[in-house]
């Protein structure tokens, strides 16, 4: 190997290194006693390692008033964010393939106007929001929050799905047209089954937004339906006569871990997507 090459992996590893760190010095944590913390280093290897850590973090930790845990939170999570993915992604698929193959005068300005809701800021959106969820009766409940992650990610999503069939040829829909195809016949049975790669992208980005979204969490939640972000403020919030550290730690890497076990397994899929025309057009 040549010298350049060397040094090249040599400095990669380092970095990779420095990023990983955090995460060492939190799993270590999370696996230590109270007494292992106070006596020893923040870089050393548990020596007597155990998850009493991770099973008070998620069955018995204090939350505020309530003291059981991230359970409850981790299971808001997902009832949120499985549906909220999966209706995004689909109404962005639709709308991608309305606005790339099926164009209608005033289609392009419409595709722009959704671009905004890109760029701004979701602080603009939490007063309306919160009045339509009170005119639906969908307030401080799960359903609500499932409609706000919807409609905050659709044009992202849209984004997504409009670049990538841009640049799929129009040819493949003439000839369905021709061939007697219609809307949804060449949707399902011609487009669809060449966005793997964009779904894949979407998938995770919506997942990793909707999951570690706080913000919506606080304001659109009520008592029975915040979601783990919330859970985890409140926990690391909660004063006690003992900081316990290594429940901190254990909590965070609870609320981190479904997003860190999506992109081990699809992360290398997910850059495919982008490679693929996630981002072109």
Not at 46 to 59: H, R
Not at 139 to 151: D, F, K, T, Y
Request: charged share 10%; hydrophobic share 55%; with cysteine.
């Amino acid at each position: 190997m040549r010298a350049s090459r060397i040094l090249l992996f040599v400095a990669l590893g380092l970095l990779a290194l420095f990023f990983l760190t955090p995460l060492y010095v939190m799993l270590a944590t999370s696996l230590k006693s109270m007494d292992e913390l106070r006596e020893g280093s923040l870089l050393a290897l548990p020596q007597a390692p155990g998850f009493a850590a991770w099973a008070k973090a998620w069955s018995s930790a204090c939350t505020g008033t309530d003291c059981g845990g991230l359970q409850p939170f981790f299971a808001n999570s997902m009832l949120m964010v499985v549906p909220a993915v999966v209706i995004s992604t689909a109404l962005g698929a639709l709308n991608g393939y309305v606005l790339s193959k099926w164009r209608f005068r005033g289609s392009e300005l419409l595709f722009a106007l959704m671009l905004f809701g890109v760029f701004m800021p979701m602080q603009v959106v939490l007063l309306p929001m919160s009045q339509v969820l009170g005119w639906l009766g969908m307030a401080s409940s799960i359903g609500g929050l499932i409609l706000v992650h919807v409609i905050a990610g659709l044009p992202g999503t849209t984004l997504f799905f409009r670049n990538y069939y841009a640049g799929l040829p129009d040819e493949l829909v003439r000839a369905a047209k021709l061939d007697g195809a219609g809307f949804w016949q060449i949707f399902w049975r011609i487009v669809l089954p060449l966005s793997t790669p964009i779904l894949v992208v979407t998938l995770i980005w919506q997942f990793t937004n909707i999951w570690n979204d706080f913000l919506y969490g606080v304001v659109f939640s009520g008592a029975d339906s915040k979601p783990i972000t919330v859970g985890l403020n409140n926990l690391a919030n909660t004063s006690s006569s003992v900081k316990e550290y290594n429940v901190d730690m254990a909590a965070a890497l609870i609320a981190a871990l479904p997003t860190l076990i999506v992109y081990v397994l699809a992360g290398k899929y997910f850059v495919r997507g982008l490679t693929a025309g996630a981002v072109k057009g």
